[in-house]
Structure formats: structure tokens, C-alpha cells
């Protein structure tokens, strides 16, 4: 079946280290690979998407790669602040065949708490 | 903020009873998607509209349905509500149907169904 895998358990660390989060999945040929962030009681914001043939992209302190190979993406966030702190979902794009049609489904996401 | 919105903001309902949920999308958006997120989920994919017609649909069952307005505003309805229906959910508005557009969400509504 297909999974999307994210830590499920809390990710802490200290202001200024480099958060890492991981994103695998089985079963999936994405073309392309999306990350969010979501704060408590609020709807998911869009950071970064990276394409199947892209292996990094960046974003001010945010970097994502993509490894197609090992079915896996990398979220670091570089310098992190408290302010970093929130649940990241990554997404991933499934087609349906002859439609042209694409959903986007979702890990369940990983939360960062950056302490002070 | 994405200019998204939602209404209502929270919800009480009973066990059988129906509702809806509204959504008005970002100025220029044509293509709204409703997700559902129980606690400590992902959201789910549950149905994406374009253009007013149906584009897509998850595995939710048929007393999940929806509207498209021509002003691109949207409504999800749920009929005979269930104890699992009680979720977040978020609708969320692109400028076109593909999922490498960029999907911008509104803050949710927080169902609760006793």
C-alpha cells in the first residue's frame, strides 16, 4: 500500500541548530514533493515544492532535497528560532490515470519545538 | 494571512444531522480543494472543484458533497453526520487544477459532531 512517513514524534531542539526533518514514502512516483508548515488551530501554509528532477532547492533559511532513488525528502531549517516552532507536513501529488487529474496527500507531519 | 476564509469558525452538531461549510477563495482562484484533518492527521483529500464541476474526489463516501459558485466560492456539505466526521476542515484555493500550484489555505472549521 502506499505510505507517506513522517516522525511522529516531536523533534526538539535549541535556538540556532539546524532542525531536520524527514519525509518517506513508498509506493509513490511523485512528480513533485511539497512542504508546509502548520501552527495549532490554524490551516497549513505552503513553503517549498521541489520537482522529481530537482535534488535541492533553498528558500532563505529553509533548504528541502528530494532523493527519488531512496523515496525520501530532507527538511532542514538552518539558524532555527522559537518562532520556527509548528508542525511540518510534507505532500506528495498522486494522478489518476486518464484524467489529468492530481491530489496532493499528506503526511501526518512532525512537530518542531525550538527552545530558547 | 492567504485570503482564504471560512465560515463558521467551530460547530456543534448531533449524530444524523447535516451541515454546511462555506469557503470563498483567494481573488483570481479557480480551482478549490476541501481536506479533512482529524486530530494529529495529515489533512485528506476529500474532493477538488474547477471551474464549478466536481475535478476529483477522495475516498469519502457519497453523503460528502459540494458547490462551486461562479464567483468561485465554495461549499462542503456532509449529510447523516457521524461520530468520526468531527475534524478540522480546511478548504484550500489555487489558481488552477495541477498539484504543483501552489494551494492556499483558509483557517479551517472545527466540526464536532456528539
Known amino acids: 500500500s502506499q505510505k507517506i512517513e513522517q516522525n511522529s514524534e516531536a523533534l526538539n531542539i535549541q535556538e540556532g541548530k539546524t532542525a531536520t526533518l524527514t519525509c518517506n514514502y513508498t509506493?509513490?512516483?511523485?512528480?513533485?514533493l511539497q512542504w508546509y508548515r502548520q501552527d495549532p488551530g490554524r490551516g497549513p501554509v505552503f513553503l517549498l515544492l521541489?520537482?522529481?528532477?530537482?535534488k535541492e532547492k533553498r528558500k532563505e533559511r529553509l533548504k528541502v532535497t528530494f532523493d527519488t532513488t531512496l523515496k525520501q525528502s530532507l527538511f532542514h531549517i538552518t539558524a532555527s528560532q522559537p518562532a520556527d516552532s509548528a508542525t511540518y507536513l510534507c505532500a506528495l501529488d498522486k494522478g489518476f490515470l486518464n484524467t489529468g487529474f492530481q491530489k496532493l496527500v499528506f503526511g501526518t507531519g512532525t512537530r518542531l519545538l525550538v527552545s530558547p | 494571512e492567504t485570503g482564504v476564509t471560512q465560515s463558521p469558525t467551530h460547530l456543534i452538531k448531533t449524530r444524523g444531522q447535516q451541515v454546511t461549510l462555506r469557503c470563498s477563495s483567494q481573488?483570481?482562484?479557480?480551482?478549490v480543494s476541501w481536506y479533512q484533518q482529524a486530530l494529529g492527521q495529515g489533512p485528506q483529500f476529500i474532493f477538488q472543484y474547477y471551474r464549478e464541476e466536481e475535478n476529483g474526489r477522495g475516498n469519502f463516501p457519497p453523503r460528502f458533497s459540494g458547490l462551486q459558485f461562479p464567483n468561485y466560492s465554495s461549499e462542503l456539505n456532509v449529510n447523516a453526520l457521524e461520530l468520526d466526521d468531527s475534524a478540522l476542515y480546511l478548504c484550500?484555493?489555487?489558481?488552477?487544477?495541477?498539484?504543483?500550484?501552489?494551494?492556499?489555505f483558509g483557517p479551517g472549521t472545527r466540526l464536532l459532531v456528539l
Open positions: 521541489i520537482r522529481e528532477n530537482e
Open positions: 481573488s483570481g482562484h479557480n480551482t
Open positions: 509506493n509513490y512516483s511523485p512528480a513533485y
Open positions: 484550500a484555493s489555487s489558481e488552477d487544477r495541477a498539484s504543483r500550484e501552489t494551494q492556499y
